[in-house]
């Protein structure tokens, strides 16, 4: 965690790159701070051409830059897999911690025990949250830790050759891996479970829905788990495209042993629809989206168990705000932390004093 010097140096340096694009440019579109979009951009992406998780690393940066964050009181969290990568390439001024596989819930939970100040955007996969992190993502969730978790789901362990992730559907086929036969966990039926309160459900190709599904979960006090649909275009290839993997191992003069990603394959994108939209994916399957009714009551945790189940037995995607309520507590709340962050107390407020200590032990 940087120091306050560090951050009062970074917020000088943040205020200084607004007054240079002020007087540089002064008709650019600028937010609350002065700063232009690609002031809140990061590194260059490495994932695969045409990811869903890169926009929503895009969805990130537009909603931050318009409500005016400030980047140096933002944390960026993450696990392993493709999309704890992606924290890399959006607010670049942040602060950053990429943590172990399936342990980013409990270093979140640290960071904001430390500094409850900072506003904490988390960013896992399936695997990373719904397989090895399972128990770690429920017990934050019940703790209702103040951040913003997004999972990024796709089905497969993109790093590690697209094996089958505990969201999986039944009865799913991958080339290397065949025919998964075990039944799917439902992220946001998990949060339901174990009492977040907000939980929400998007697709990477609806960007105005992930954008404002991100504002809200930006202003809400406590944990909002965000499951965004992200397919994988690497591990989705079919047999007849001539970018599969099966058409270059039957075409290729070999040179070395490498498995075919392909580079020409677009990011999905879908228009505006008010109901219901069917998506056209990369291996020719298609993915049934259907928006929650109106008069879907997000406050009623009985609908939105019963949400989720209509749509896992129509074959439908319900997306929406499933859930949410203001009235219970958070961590920083039930623990009664000072309101001082404990990353900016004195030494001798954090540590008992040597009389303090002996008058302890003599009570004994």
Known sequence: MSTKAEELKKLAAQKAAAARKTATAPTQKVNALGLDKNDYKGKPSTLCKGCGHDSISQRIMTVAWDLGLDQTQVIKMSGIGCSSKTPAYWLGWSHGFNSVHGRMPSVATGAMMANQSLTTIAVSGDGDTASIGIGQFKHAVRRNVPMVYIIENNGVYGLTKGQFSATADEGQHLKYHGVNELPPLDICMEALTANATFVARSFAGDPRQVEELLKAALSHRGIAVLDIISPCVTFNNHDTSTKSYTF?????IALHELNFVPS???????????????????DGSKLRLKKLDPSHDPTDKAAAYRAIDRG???GKLITGLLYVTEEEPDLIELLNVTPTPLAHL??????????????????F
């Open 312 to 314: 896992q037995k129509e």
């Open 346 to 363: 004195p030494v001798e407020k954090l540590r008992p004093s040597r009389q303090a200590l002996a008058d302890i032990m003599a009570s």
């Open 248 to 252: 270059g191992k039957e075409n290729e």
């Open 264 to 282: 020409t394959l677009t990011e999905i994108e879908i228009e505006e629809y008010e109901d219901e939209a069917e998506v056209d994916l990369h």
